[in-house]
């Protein structure tokens, strides 16, 4: 089996069949969760030896579960094989939340295989429809399908909805549907699971949401844009 990936029926495969905790990772320099820099797992040199929880900013404490999600965090395989087979918990929640398919998702677009990451942690059980409520500055909450649809990578889009991701979450998250404007090939997708395109949410549909921030005669495509007007309802 190649290192890079599970099998391909991800929900068959157990956390038991992974690697050793002595597989090869490749080195990460430090960054911050607001960046496109992949985080490190272990304090620079001069920075003592204070629990990773409490200086990477995440709240999460044990290090097998930090590594984990510096795995998801950065689409990294190896390291997320790596911390699964040390007994990472694959849900571990971040300070707000967030578990590591979540922050996987948020960063697709800069993530390196945000697919193949994705694999192993479904594979270990990653919860596909976790829903986090916003915080107090929010506007919605979360779900990884949410967060994969807001980010824009259509090939998370698709593994998230052929593994069971609900494209209709809870009221309190913003729907899938409008956070993947002006994606035709995701709205296709989306429509075709099931998003309901009546749904509203700041009081817009979806079609609404479309037509508000990208009807602009001077500057849409309009062939492009009465496909979308169709597909969504109008």
Known sequence: MPRDEPDDDVRTLTPGTLGGPGDSTPGMAMGSPATAEKLETTPQAGEGTQPVGETNGFGIDDPVDFRLLVGAYNGDVPVIIEALAAGAWVDAPSTQGWTP???????????????????????????INR????GADGVGGDTPLT???????DALIDFLLANNADPNPPCAACPP?????????????????????????????????????WGDPDYRDDAQFETMVRLLGG
């Open 101 to 127: 398919l979540m922050w996987l998702s948020m960063r697709s677009l800069v993530a390196h295989a945000p697919v193949a990451s994705a694999r192993w942690l479904v594979a270990a059980g990653a919860e």
């Open 177 to 213: 549907l409008h956070l993947s404007l002006p994606s035709e090939r995701a709205v296709r997708r989306l429509l075709a699971a099931g998003a309901d395109a009546r749904r509203r949410f700041g009081g817009q549909t979806a079609l609404e949401c479309y037509v508000e921030g």
């Open 131 to 134: 829903f986090v409520p916003a």
């Open 147 to 153: 967060l994969a649809c807001e980010a824009g990578d």
